[in-house]
Nanobody, 121 residues
Framework: QVQLQESGPGLVKPSQTLSLTCTVSGGSITTDYYYWSWVRQPPGKGLEWMGAITWNGTAYFSPSLKSRTPISRDTSKNQFTLQLHAVTPEDTAVYYC?????????????WGQGTQVTVSS
């Protein structure tokens, strides 16, 4: 069974960089043909897709976030990361990592439990 676990700071100051890591167990992030995604949910709002990295290392991110959310991976640790620069209070949300089958990019079959990130001074 695939398991995903988010980790990172719970509190970040405005203008700082937020770095989150998703550790995957029970399966390899290089396994054909999966996308490994970051999704967030601001308080009182719906889920927002942020970006993803594929089994072969191709990264994508939402154009609404511009270039503030680089996504990378470390295959030796079976981890992928989200790095969000110059955060603002609008970035406060629960952040999830999740797996997507390339056969249906709208279907997330495994999710992490989520981690709360608050941006505040």
């Amino acid at each position: 069974q695939v398991q995903l676990q988010e980790s990172g700071p719970g509190l970040v100051k405005p203008s700082q960089t937020l770095s989150l890591t998703c550790t995957v167990s029970g399966g390899s992030i290089t396994t054909d043909y999966y996308y490994w995604s970051w999704v967030r949910q601001p308080p009182g709002k719906g889920l927002e897709w942020m970006g993803a990295i594929t089994w072969n290392g191709t990264a994508y991110f939402s154009p609404s976030l511009k270039s503030r959310t680089p996504i990378s991976r470390d295959t030796s640790k079976n981890q992928f990361t989200l790095q969000l620069h110059a955060v603002t209070p609008e970035d406060t949300a629960v952040y999830y990592c999740a797996r997507v089958d390339s056969a249906d990019l709208g279907a997330y079959d495994y999710w992490g439990q989520g981690t709360q990130v608050t941006v505040s001074s």
